[in-house]
């Protein structure tokens, strides 16, 4: 694994001390990201998509100001998944007990339906992204879940439709889990990538057998440890991890 770690040791060092979730800046094939590794079974990683009021939060800093009301706070966090205008999630959408949209297993226009797509699941002390149908067949139970599209790595191999030498170049962000679901990582592009060149990160970077697409040109990171935060237009549901203040 070739990576070119662009975060100062003396940083990493601090960073540790303070944040919960430790993010980096890394370089991989000549491309540049940030990368976030959570713990599902120590960290409080959850999906955000409305306020009390039932307003879409839109911005980290909006939900983070709800956080610290609560004597809490966004620890990190990054877009999970596509929506439409008025910010509701394109596809299949849980948090707690209530399930605000339906998985969709049919093919349909854009990135979302580029099949086969895939659903990020939060569970007790595990996540782990699952192939639509997969998860159709298998109905696992997740505390959170996100539909988005397509899936960039199934079962250690890219998505059969992915070109080396394609032109469509986007910042792009997305989460790969390892088989057991005990392994997170989250990442964004901080230059435009191909999804061959982000689904390689997945695949050969982080050897994670499994990774989906969030988004690409809305794609936002919330990451303390870096002193990051990105504003811009507003987003649909959120992934986040939670601390004590």
């Excluded at 509701?88 to 854009?110: C, F, N």
């Excluded at 997969?134 to 439709?161: N, T």
């Excluded at 057991?180 to 901080?190: E, K, L, P, T, Y």
């Amino acid at each position: 694994m070739m990576f070119r770690l662009a975060v100062s040791a003396l940083l990493l060092l601090v960073a540790s001390a303070a944040f919960a979730v430790e993010c980096e800046n890394v370089t991989f094939e000549d491309n540049r990201y940030t990368i976030c590794e959570v713990d599902p079974q120590t960290d409080d990683l959850r999906l955000f998509l409305d306020d009390e009021t039932g307003s879409p939060y839109g911005q980290f800093s909006r939900l983070d100001s709800e956080l610290n009301a609560q004597s809490l706070t966004l620890e990190f966090a990054m877009n999970a998944g596509m929506y439409h205008p008025d910010r509701s999630p394109v596809g299949y959408y849980k948090e707690g007990e209530e399930t605000r949209r339906g998985l969709i297993t049919s093919a349909s226009a854009g990135n979302f339906g580029l099949l086969p797509n895939g659903v990020f699941c939060i569970a007790d002390g595990r996540a782990e992204v699952f192939e639509t149908l997969k998860f159709e067949a298998l109905q696992p139970s997740c505390r959170f879940a996100s539909q988005s599209g397509p899936m960039l790595v199934i079962d250690g191999a890219l998505h059969p439709r992915f070109l080396r030498d394609s032109t469509s170049q986007y910042l792009r962000n997305g989460v790969g889990t390892s088989g057991d679901g005990g392994r997170v990582v989250f990442a964004i592009s901080n230059n435009p990538v191909t999804f061959y060149e982000f689904g390689r990160l997945f695949q050969s970077a982080l050897a994670l057998p499994n990774a989906l697409y969030f988004d690409g040109n809305v794609s936002r990171l919330h990451a303390p440890n870096l002193r990051r935060s990105d504003i811009g237009r507003a987003m649909g549901p959120i992934v986040g991890v939670v601390g004590d203040q």
